[in-house]
């Protein structure tokens, strides 16, 4: 094999080279986050250590290349080496781990302090093996290459840099889109590690006859370059290296930080934009390949770079605005499908490229031209690592200096900006250092030095981004700015995430993390509350419900801080500690006083920047009540907080009988995403009760070492909740205790029939599926369609769950609200115990309620039986299920006996005794007159045959009657339910089938 073919397949290698290192640094983000927490704070430990990897790797080959005689069989060992680690990464993680949460964190971190050395170092040193490693492949291959062939080694150094780079592209899209989704991380990691171990393989065969010196006399020097010897110059390109290094980092830091409000913050938005970031490097390393032996001076090419990439990086601000247009534009566009979610995509990839791709192709230029110079110097072969060395390490500065400096300084556009200015007045540096040593004056340099300083300070001066739109949430909205009415009276790019408040109307507030709401709450007197209201009082009170005499309570996640103020209503309560991760959040929800005073002034409260699971580990505490809310679980991060691993940790942190408080939303959610979630809390509370706090939200309450028990309504009396109760109308126990939708043993084997696997740390089904349920607005509607049941079957086979009348007014924000309500209405409407309203009458029901009442008093000859029939049953369906038994019966008693009703048919006179039996959840008569009316009403579909229908096999499924309940689901039900007619009903059904045995129903009573 000739030399150039030798070349040729080393660019083949060294291109999956890049495959399977970005697929460990995309990994890698996903497990240091499980340890670290934020995803914000994984990516730039990941960041810092993978890229200062690179440089010490790239360092310590640059110290040696000169006397390696086969770098290529260096390189082979060091694949080798790097694979290995790849296959061990994922049991060597979660040993380490295991011990950091044990041992090294209680022991060496405070508990008061949101940083942890130890914390940090030991995920630091998990990854720095495998980093210095992959620093080291770069010069080795690049030595081996041009060992091999110098004929034209500006074009075959910078053809490294590309194919490595589009090796990297392709490693990220792989890894999120394709081998997590397939085979979770790690499955992902050991095919990297796989694809090492093979390259080892095959650079170790391609090692023979490499020459043992880089033929630095045969390449060709132009004149214009010719000063080898010029420490000076050297200095300064060693410099431009590691200042594009920063520069390029802080770009990337603040794009992925701009662009989350553009395309939402989930991880597959992450992994876009990163691969948008690193295409661009590498389609700059392509092009310049070949124009860099003929480039001449390559020094001044260089400074032009330089200059135009500090331009094209300010500029990306008014692309940046123009970015919230066009993705309003897409989602208006084309529907919430799948083909549509393949266009969001498609759309986010072009709104990345369009905002980095300048920019980032003329950063893939000035590494090849830096080492291409220095290769011509006395630096000669070290050249190849030191640059490399240089860039990583200011890169790493550039992390640190955008994410703990220059963005809670700047914001955003600041730091942006601050990156360009260092890019042009590199430039303008460059070409002035250029003509002074030409011997020339300054004055042949100006013209492109000043344009380049010109357009910027242009650019930085004419454009800024509009706050309305960055809180617009327009990847979930569709529009590209707020509303008319609506201002940001708060806004703050932190640390982790862009903070806004949005005032509406002059009536209530909302508290938005990167353009998402987090909570809201009415702020005007007298106003209706918002929804979040609810969910948050409940999320504070319902654990207090069940553990009233709580002293200690933990919350996760601070949103506007009305939870922990509800937390600290009660009196027995002694400390409360709120953890929240980003400071802006804090400072934010200060707009929501006076109602979220408490948590801010009692001195009970005690709020803690941190992230929950390294807050836990060291701090040593054990709580009676833990409450979880933290942001959506698409958001990149926060999925963790929905695992089994995390739930079986919080378990360690409650004390015995402790209660948890989880919150979940039912929107922009499917049905097995969330089955996910529930599964993975029953690994370690195998019992809890479900509540809808509204319709699109649910809180699950669980208790160490038991079943939740009952809701205690005494809490309801604490004087701290009074205030806010008797604002959101729920001073009555029956509003809270009807919110109970059911507990997971008897929704568990209903769910089960969508297939789910528990959510797991390294197998990430909710991180992997919610970007695409939230771009669908997929919902989670059977819990609602069981509530809405025409038969109590909830309440059959959960014995938990009792319906409940609450004679105060309420504010009707669920569906069981609305139910019971209307319930209400038909019985006083039915039994006489309220006015008729005057016509048209308020509702349906009302009006349904009063022909029956009119047709049980005075029998009319225009309302035989068979015309009222479907009003019965749309009557039993809306009433039955949501009135208790002994309220229920009243109504088909006096039906039963009224002037009409003695005058029955006993055929007629079953179909009473059939709703009679569905109102005192009696299954054995259920079963036998619902049997007895289908069996002769044999092919007639209609609502009172799917009622009968529904009422006999629920009957005979509450009684254990499985093999006959499976008859008729299987062969019968065609001939009394249209078609597609109550899948969900149904599918309840059969699964407590499935689950055996009697339901609390069927008992005696």
Sequence with gaps: ??????????????????????????????????????????????????????????????????????????????????????????????????????????????PSSAFCAAQWGLAALLLAPQSIMLGATFPLVTSAVLRLSNEQPGHDIASLYFLNSLGAVL?????????????????????????????????????????????????????????????????????????????????????IRMLSLVLGASTHSFEIMLASFILGLALGGLWVRRVIDDVGDSVRFLAIVQLVMGVAAAATVPFYNGAFDLMAWMLSSVSRNSGGFVLFNLTSTTIALVVMLPATFCAGMTLPLITYRLLRSSSGEKALGLVYAVNTVGAIAGVIVAVHLLLGWLGLQGTLVAGAAVDVLLGVVLLLTLERRAGKGPWSAIGPALAGVVVLVAVAASFDVDPRRVASGVFRTGNARLGPGNFVVYHRDGKTATVDVVESEGTFRAIRTNGKSDASITMKAGGSPS????????????????????KTAAIIGFGSGMSTTVMLGSPAIQRVDTIEIEPAMIEGAKLFRPYVDRAFDDPRSRVVIDDAKSFFARGRERYDIIVSEPSNPWVSGVSSLFTEEFYRRLSTYLNEGGVLSQWLHTYEMDTQTLASIMAAVSKTFPEFVIYSSIDSDIILVARKGGPPGAFDASVMKFPGLAPLLTKLKMTEPEVVRRRAVGHWSSLQPFVATYGFTPNSDYFPLVDQRTSKTRFTQARVEELTQLQASALPLLEMFDDGVKPEVS?????????????????????????????????????????????????????????????????????????????????AIK???????????????????????????VAMRDARQMAT?????????????????????????????????????????????????????????????????????????????
């Design 531 to 550: 929804r979040d209201e609810f969910t948050m009082a409940l999320l504070g009170m319902l654990p207090l419900g069940h553990k009233p005499d709580a």
């Design 171 to 255: 490693g990220v899209l792989a890894s999120a889109f394709l081998l997590i989704p397939t085979v979770g991380l790690p499955g992902t990691l050991q095919t990297a590690g796989i694809a090492n171990v093979s390259l080892a393989i095959a650079a170790y065969f391609l090692s023979k006859q490499v020459p043992a010196a880089l033929a630095i006399a045969e390449v060709p020097v132009p004149p214009a370059t010719a000063d080898r010897d010029n420490r000076r110059l050297i200095t300064i390109l060693l410099a431009t290296a590691f200042l594009t290094g920063l520069s390029s980092f802080i770009y990337e830091i603040v794009w």
């Design 807 to 887: 004679s105060g007014e309420i504010y009707p924000v669920t569906y069981i609200d609305h139910a019971s309500n209307d319930a209400v209405l038909i019985r006083d409407t039915i039994l006489g115990l309220r006015k008729a309203g005057p016509a048209p009458f308020g509702s349906p029901s009302e009006l349904n309620a009063s022909i029956v009442r009119h047709w049980a008093m005075d029998c009319p000859a225009d309302l035989p039986f068979e015309r009222v029939l479907p009003i019965f049953t749309n009557l039993a369906d809306r009433m039955n299920p949501h009135l208790p038994p002994d309220e």
């Design 891 to 917: 109504v088909w008693a006096w039906l039963d006996t009224s002037r009409c009703g003695k005058k029955l048919t006993d055929a007629q006179r079953q179909w009473m005794l059939l709703f009679g039996a």
């Design 1 to 110: 094999m000739n030399a150039r073919k030798k070349v040729e397949l080393l660019f083949l290698v060294f291109f999956v080279s890049g495959f399977s290192g970005l697929i460990y640094e995309s990994v890698w983000t996903h497990y240091v986050k499980l340890f670290l927490g934020h995803a914000s704070y994984a990516q730039t430990l990941v960041l810092v250590v993978f890229i200062g990897g690179l440089a010490l790797g790239a360092w310590l080959v640059s110290r040696a290349s000169e006397r390696m005689r086969n770098p290529l069989r260096v390189y082979a060992l060091v694949e080798a080496l790097t694979g290995v680690l790849g296959l061990l990464f994922h049991w060597i993680f979660t040993a380490a781990v295991d011990w950091g949460y044990a041992s090294l964190l209680p022991n060496a971190c405070e």
């Design 929 to 1005: 007159t619902g049997t007895a009316l289908i069996e002769g009403l044999k092919n007639e579909r209609t609502d009172a045959t799917e009622y009968a229908f529904l009422a006999s096999i629920a009957g005979l499924a509450c009684q254990g009657d499985g093999a006959r309940t499976k008859e008729l689901l299987l062969t019968s039900y065609q001939y009394w339910l249209r078609k597609d007619a109550r899948p969900t009903e149904l599918r309840f059904v059969a699964s407590q089938v499935r689950r055996g045995g009697v339901c609390p129903a069927a008992k005696p009573r």
